[in-house]
């Protein structure tokens, strides 16, 4: 089994609708991520949390909110979906203590028609 | 805010060329990182660096950190098709904690 899953993988959806997005780790890493990547564009990062009483916004936040539900769990939600947040995104974690290296899942396919 | 920015977006090569590419910090970053995407893949990390100056060699990866701590590059010697992916560098940011990443290099190997 992966150390970071990602669910869905897949998800076709329509503008206005709300969409979850999962990420639950088994490495015991305190830090969780959430990127967006987009051709061209490279990994820009949506939230982020460093334990479970620590939610920060990244570059991107807006459209976006997360939750961290417990110290393996992070997910990413869209209110209203619209099709600009058509985009592959990204759920990584990282080991305060270690080298700071990113772990991170498959990536989950959003698409906002 | 932070910004790194990678050049070049593509770059294609025949098999056994060399291949380099380039990340530039708009400020001083406490290390850098570099990853690798394969085709419908995640990134993979594959290196650190946190000295000003520092050098790290993976086989036919070559990784340098500007001694300013502001620019970085990857070099690939005489490249395979086992190299075709994206090369992304990441700036860490002792301020911040976190990872700002570039835009990413596309490699392309013609066999």
């Known amino acids: 089994d992966a150390d970071v899953t990602q669910t869905p993988r897949n998800r076709i959806t329509k503008t206005g609708k709300r969409i979850m997005l999962e990420c639950s780790q088994t490495?015991?890493?305190?830090?969780m991520y959430w990127y967006r990547q987009d051709p061209g564009l490279g990994l820009r990062l949506i939230y982020y949390?460093?334990?479970?009483?620590?939610?920060n916004k990244g570059e991107i936040s807006d459209g976006y909110s997360v939750s961290r539900q417990a110290q393996a769990k992070f997910s990413l939600s869209l209110e209203s979906a619209i099709p600009n947040q058509t985009a592959l995104y990204f759920c990584?974690?990282?080991?305060?203590?270690?080298?700071?290296?990113?772990?991170f899942g498959e990536g989950s396919r959003l698409t906002v028609l | 805010g932070q910004q790194v920015m990678q050049i070049p977006q593509y770059q294609h090569v025949q098999e056994g060329e060399d291949f380099t590419t380039y990340c530039n910090s708009s400020?001083?970053?406490?290390?850098i990182q570099w990853y690798k995407q394969r085709p419908g893949g995640h990134p993979v990390f594959l290196i650190q660096?946190?000295?000003?100056?520092e050098v790290k060699k993976q086989k036919r990866l070559t990784f340098q950190f500007g001694e300013a701590k502001k620019n970085s590059s990857l070099h690939i010697t005489a490249t395979q098709t086992t190299d075709v992916g994206t090369y992304f560098c990441?700036?860490?940011?002792?301020?911040?904690?976190?990872?700002?990443f570039g835009q990413g290099t596309t490699l392309q190997v013609k066999p």
């Open positions: 990441a700036g860490g940011s002792s301020n911040t904690g976190k990872l700002i």
């Open positions: 400020t001083t970053l406490s290390n």
């Open positions: 990584a974690t990282s080991d305060f203590q270690g080298t700071g290296e990113l772990f």
């Open positions: 490495k015991g890493h305190d830090r």
């Open positions: 949390s460093f334990d479970v009483k620590d939610i």
């Open positions: 660096l946190v000295k000003s100056g």
